[in-house]
Every structure is written in structure tokens, then in C-alpha cells.
């Protein structure tokens, strides 16, 4: 891997990881499905006017703005809201990688290897572990919200395979177009209208910072690399690369916020990650680092 590339890929697991800290900036104040839909609202105006609809079904698009807004960071957004830890958030959401693999072997027949079952029993027992063993950090309705989150995640990847597109960036652009409007009818059905009003009073420059910051750096910056390094190099070298999301959340946890984990939750939440890790490896990584090249991304 080219240097320049490895230091981008880097930075958008830092982006990535920091997020979190930023997601609890918003919804510490803010009803959490508004800040999203704000999220989603700014990430996609005024970049959609410059980017060609990709050329796909209008159902795809609706599907993946409902699943990866709502399902993914709706969720992902309120179970910080409801007393899970910034960094525990992003590990439990660690667990779409299990999920993608169930999906995997329930929509595409794919096998499972030794290997990866191997890592799955550790990555559960590590996460068992680190579930019962909390500090305050993890409760009963931000697992659950989590868990619809990890689960919607490789949904959300399905149904951009099955769109057919060889525009990703696009699709992930105009597909958030469709995330707003569920959010925010969502938040009205649970809060009442008043939440528009009450939100619009309390609305704040830590709101702002929250949602600019999830908008552009997280969302468009991170994806845009993402889909560069995708197309330039095997999966199996850029995957592990998402363990560290977890690893700069937790860090950015404790930093901004001083979320601990106790020793006992260090211990299962590296189990867990090591698991995670067996189940995303796919062989030698081959990692050379290379002089950084003039051709642009």
C-alpha cells in the first residue's frame, strides 16, 4: 500500500472513531433522530447538485436512505441518548461484520471457514463478557438499539449491491437524500410536534458542531476515501482497517468524555476485536508500504 494511501485510510478510521464522541456532542441536548436527519440533510446539499443520479431504481435509493439513516445511525444516535458509552457504542457496532456474514450465508449462499467460525466464538465470548461485566457504560435499551443498528448495517449493503451500481459515492449520496424525512417523522411519532419546537430553541453551537461534523468529514470525506481505496485495492487488506474505528472511539471516549472500561471489559473487548479480526482476514496482507505517487485519487 502506498504511503499516502495508508495515511489516508488512517485518517478516516480516526474521522470514523472520533464520530462517536461527536454523535454524544449532539444528542446530549438534541433529540438524537433530528441531529440525524440533520446529519444526512447537510451531507447531501449541496453535493447532490454536482453528482449524477446514479443509474439504479428509485427503490434502491429509498431503501438505502431508510436502512442506513434511520437503521443504522437513527439507532446508532439513540442508543448513545440511552447510557451507551461513546466507545462501546462503536464497539458493539463492531458486530455488523457477524451480521454481514449471516447475511452473506443467508442471501448469497456463502460459506463460512473454519477460521471464521473460530473468530465468531471469540468475538461472542468476548462480547458476552464485556456485556456483563459493565461499569455503567453499557445498558439493556442501548444494546438493543445497537443491535438493530449492527443488524441493519449489512442490510443496507445488500440492497446497494442489488441496485447493480458501479457508483457507490453516488449511490451513497442520493440514498441519503431519502433519510431525513423518515427520521424526522419518526421523531415527531415518538416526541409529539413539540420536539420540532423544543429542538429549535435548544438547538446549540455543540449542535452544530455535532452535525457538520458528521456531515462532511464523517460522511462525505470518509466515504469519498473509502470508495478510492476500494477500488484500488482487495478487501482483505482494507477491511481490518475498520478495527480501528473502535480503537480511536475509545481513545476519543476518554479523552473528551473520560469513558473507561474496566479491566475486565479491556480484556473481552480485545477478545472481541480479535475475533472480528479472524472472521475479516481473508489471507496475507501483503503490506509493503510504498512511496507515495503523484496520480491523483
Not at 439513516?69 to 457477524?98: E, H, K, N, R
Not at 430553541?201 to 481505496?229: C, D, E, I, R
Amino acid at each position: 500500500m502506498k504511503l499516502r494511501d495508508l495515511l489516508l485510510s488512517l485518517s478516516v478510521m480516526a474521522i470514523w472513531g472520533f464520530n462517536f464522541s461527536m454523535i454524544k456532542l449532539g444528542v446530549s441536548e438534541i433529540d438524537p433522530l433530528l441531529v440525524a436527519a440533520m446529519r444526512f440533510l447537510c451531507a447531501t446539499f449541496p453535493l447532490i447538485l454536482f453528482i449524477k443520479r446514479p443509474e439504479v431504481a428509485w427503490r434502491h435509493l429509498i431503501a438505502y436512505g431508510l436502512v442506513f439513516g434511520t437503521g443504522v445511525w437513527g439507532m446508532a444516535s439513540c442508543a448513545i441518548t440511552f447510557g451507551l458509552s461513546s466507545g462501546m457504542a462503536s464497539v458493539l457496532l463492531q458486530t455488523d461484520v457477524l451480521t454481514s456474514v449471516f447475511a452473506g450465508v443467508w442471501f448469497y449462499k456463502e460459506r463460512i471457514s473454519s477460521r471464521m467460525k473460530l473468530g465468531i466464538g471469540i468475538s461472542l465470548l468476548g462480547l458476552i463478557v464485556s456485556l456483563l461485566y459493565t461499569n455503567g457504560n453499557v445498558t439493556l435499551l442501548g444494546i438493543l438499539l445497537i443491535s438493530i443498528s449492527a443488524i441493519c448495517w449489512p442490510l443496507a449493503g445488500v440492497i446497494m449491491k442489488q441496485s447493480g451500481t458501479t457508483a457507490p459515492f453516488a449511490f451513497n449520496i442520493w440514498g441519503i437524500l431519502f433519510a431525513p424525512l423518515p427520521l424526522l417523522a419518526l421523531s415527531v411519532l415518538i416526541n409529539g410536534v413539540d420536539v420540532l419546537a423544543t429542538s429549535y430553541q435548544h438547538w446549540t453551537s455543540k449542535a452544530w458542531l455535532s452535525v457538520l461534523f458528521q456531515a462532511y468529514p464523517t460522511t462525505v470525506f470518509g466515504y469519498w476515501v473509502w470508495n478510492k481505496m476500494l477500488l484500488k485495492y482487495p478487501m482483505s487488506l482494507m477491511a481490518p482497517f475498520t478495527l480501528l474505528v473502535s480503537v480511536f472511539a475509545l481513545f476519543s471516549g476518554y479523552l473528551v468524555y473520560g469513558e473507561q472500561l474496566n479491566p475486565t471489559q479491556w480484556v473481552a473487548c480485545s477478545a472481541f476485536l480479535l475475533g472480528i479480526a479472524l472472521v475479516v482476514y481473508r489471507g496475507p496482507l501483503g503490506f509493503t508500504i510504498k512511496s507515495a505517487s503523484t496520480k491523483p485519487l
